[in-house]
């Protein structure tokens, strides 16, 4: 009897504290962890589980540690991604607050070992305008795009025997600016009113006309896929791709690249379409003017060389054939390592080549296809094309020591480029608002004739 009794106490007593439970749950507010110590340069993702049942809210205070929400209640998990981190080793705080009291969580992070360096990470996305869903060639398959990637992060790998490996990736982006998770990473498919657009007007219209289709550039390298119009100028159509050039900051500066007083620029600063545009009318790939040699013929015209290729522009490379109208041989790339050639005379050189393919079919060998590839100097000697930044005919296979350097330079300070960059903190100044840039695009791999 007395045991029951006890029971029944016991009972009693274990509701009364559940009641007390639910009614100091209130103030709960419980961390798993407030402080993580000497992560790696190379960044992470940390995860916290928060119970706090009268709600909470967390700023972070440095903007190398991003947060996935800035408020919740009851039992959540706060993701908090810390940034590769080039400069010097850094401590950053998390604040989270609920009414009654505020905790914070301590992340200290080393920097990149001296004499190292970082392997770049760029989130790319591919925003695909088309208005016939069904159309191949203005809404092409995930695959083809996926592969279309792939092959870019080859050449940047370095294909070629004499390539640099240029240490970066372009990596498919998986979540979209509100951090929604993509259902075809490194894809955003944009049905419009049209998948014609005037190119030179998305590129150069100084009026926000279409920022609308792009992401925040400093987290994503935007690449516009459309058919370039040709209703007022026919030889857009030749016009594969074409690319904006990047800045580099006053404090920083690069030759052969725009300068701005600033080392931090926003998408709400931009007033054009700061991006990539490609022409889709590659998409279903051809051949160009030996078809007799398939793959290596066809690959002049694909999308796959011409992303390539404008991805070296949108990191600050120029073309390796001679740019200057006064001279045909100047070296105008700020790349001693890349061979300058006159490129007017090559293309009389091509088409004559060209011209005699298809009217002697005896002609139509490999040692005379192989001539499409040959570049003369200007001291008469010759060479076969490599450089990723030449065009057609080309190899298309490698990237030089010094291409190597403007691009890490670019990845190292430019800003609207993704990834960690260095000397911010010594250049705080703000853009307020839209500002005028120079507007500077490099144009595309061209098809002749
Ligand atoms: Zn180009």
Redesign the pocket.
Known sequence: MKKLALYVCMALYISLTACEDDYTNEGIFNLSQTEFKDLSHEGEELSIEITAYDGWVATSQVDWCKLSDTEGRGESILRITVSPNIEQDRTGIIELRTQRETRTISISQKALPAGSELHYKLPIVIHVIYDDPSDPRQNPDGKYLQDVIAGVNRAYKGIGENSSNMNLEFVPATTDPQGNLMTEPGIDRVQWVSSTMEMTDVMFSNERKYNHFLWDPNEYVNVLLYTFDTSTDPTMGNVM???TFPYSPSSNPMEGTETVPYSHLKLENLKFAYCVSINNIYVTSANYLFPEFGELDAQQLSIQNTLT??L??YLGL??VFSESEQLACADTDYCDDTKSYNKTEYEYTLSDLAEQWQNDPSFRTEENFKKAFQRTCCDNSTFEAHNI?D?AYCYSDEFTAEQRMRVRHVLEYSPLIPGPKKGRAANTRVAEGTIDLPVTV????QKAR
């Open positions: 791709g074409v690319s290729h404008e070296g522009h120029r073309h930044m065009y490099m144009c595309a791999p």
